[in-house]
């Protein structure tokens, strides 16, 4: 009995990495069905032994014979290393060479005594590999400007922030580098994610898809772009649908950060947003069910570069400096007014700083004021933007931003006095 256990821990090992090449071997099989006999180098038979050789190998490296697992592994890759180098002139993709020393990887990682990894492992794999056509296709779409962007998010999240030191520092305490360029990393983090959504689909849902996707980034930026366009085509467009529209998601955008960075406002600063979501929503619904179809409007600028991201993080690094002065000199009312005041440049420097006070600087209803007073002075800005732009044909739009922006700034009145 005390020989079972240990032998059914291995039986799972060698069985999961065993069941690994099999799942591989037939998403390769299935791709390479059409080649004909002898041309194709591995099927789901030579995938399966490929499983089975890196699971013994494996568990033979954890009990104790690393030389003999070394060779078997050493062995395996030289052999399908060799098979698939005979094989290039007839079939040019490396794909299902590559896939079998991965294969052999993950077995090899089962026999070590992490099955579980090893499948999970095999299903990343076997879902790339059967991705094959849509990941092109994403490809394809990629422009010059995107792949930069890709590559300043990589920068901004993988590459500065484990080297930043975790401690706080400076005046007041007020600085955790490493959680001052993780807000950073989150709020570009989210305009990114809107930027490529809006990159991939805005084109082909037109312009209500650019106000959608857009308004997780830049209501702003999306309103500038429709009021504009707005201001020079006739009326009935879905323009002014898109601007109440991008407003709409930005509340919703504000209302998720508002939950990640300061948690213990969401429930006052829910319910004072609530009320203004709804009106947009409702508004924009009635002048989308208004509006003529009409082609997408080019997207707002890529949100992604450095010089923004520095100048984001030392506003709210200065934020937080002012924020620990003000608690020691101040009262919440005069904490609410500085946040307040750095809101109205950026909403999302008002929500950090709100998630950065410590516990019982500000009672969570003032600060939800004070944050929803910040959203005000952004619905007011959108409201200048697309009467500018758009002057009497932006009308529509202006009067369904200051209808939400109305229950907004009722429901701030309603708690005020309540407080």
Known sequence: MNDAVPFADQAIAVGAALAAGVLIGIERGWKLKHQHGGIRVAGVRTFSLLGLTGGLAGLLGAMGQPAIAAILVTAGAIVMSAAYVRAADVERDATSAVAALVTLAIATLAGLGSPALAIACAAVVILLLALKSELHGFIRRLEDDDVKALARFAIIAFAVLPLLPDRDMGPYDAWNPQKLWLVVVLVTGFSFAGYIANRLFGARWGTIGTALIGGAYSSTAVTASLA????????????????????SVMFIRVLIL????????????ALLIAPALIVSLVTGGVLWRRAKPGDAVEAAGNPIKLLPALGFLAFVALAAVATGWAEGRFGERGIAALILATGSFDVDVAIVTVGRLKSGAIGPALAALALAGTVVANMTVKIAITLAYARGKGVGAALALSASTAALAGGIAWGWLRL
């Open 258 to 269: 508002v939950g990640v960075l300061a948690t213990s406002v969401l429930p006052a600063f």
């Open 228 to 247: 504009q366009r707005l201001g020079g085509v006739p009326a009935g467009g879905p323009e002014p649908a898109g601007i109440a529209l991008a407003s």
